[in-house]
């Protein structure tokens, strides 16, 4: 038989679940949320049931002599980023424009977020900005930046 008891513990897993699934998407995934902001001209043209933040999911990878940043943001070409870097930060900001279908009809689901955005990205290594190369491709913004001299690792070859 099923007691108010029971139905606590299976409540308290519950929540103990979907608590620890929330903290694990906040750790691991918390610096891709990014808040997408419309100026005023483009109130008109963008849905109000858009969501203002949005995930861009991205990697950075590194080896000896460079940082390799992916990020994930479809939607865009490459003339809508703009990147730089500012001490150890690289900035990238863009706008994700609305395009309205010329049918007649409402939107029943409407999850991806429009406007102006800014991610910044922390990296562990002092990069050598004038050496950056950036490329777009199959909605993945990628750059590669070579480290300082002095941040790059050594192998060091044991006789």
Known sequence: MFSMSNLGESLNRSWESVSHGWDQLIDRAGSALTHFSSKESELDKTPLKSPRWGLMSGEVFDDAEKVVIRLE????????????????????????????????????????????FTRSIPLNYEVDAESANASYKNGVLRLSLDKKPEQRRRQIHVN
């Open 73 to 116: 943001v479809p939607g865009l070409t490459a003339d809508d980023f703009d990147v730089s870097v500012v001490d150890n930060v690289v900035m990238i900001s863009g706008e994700k424009r609305f395009e309205r279908e010329e049918t007649k009809g409402s939107y029943h689901l409407l999850e991806r977020a429009y406007g102006h």
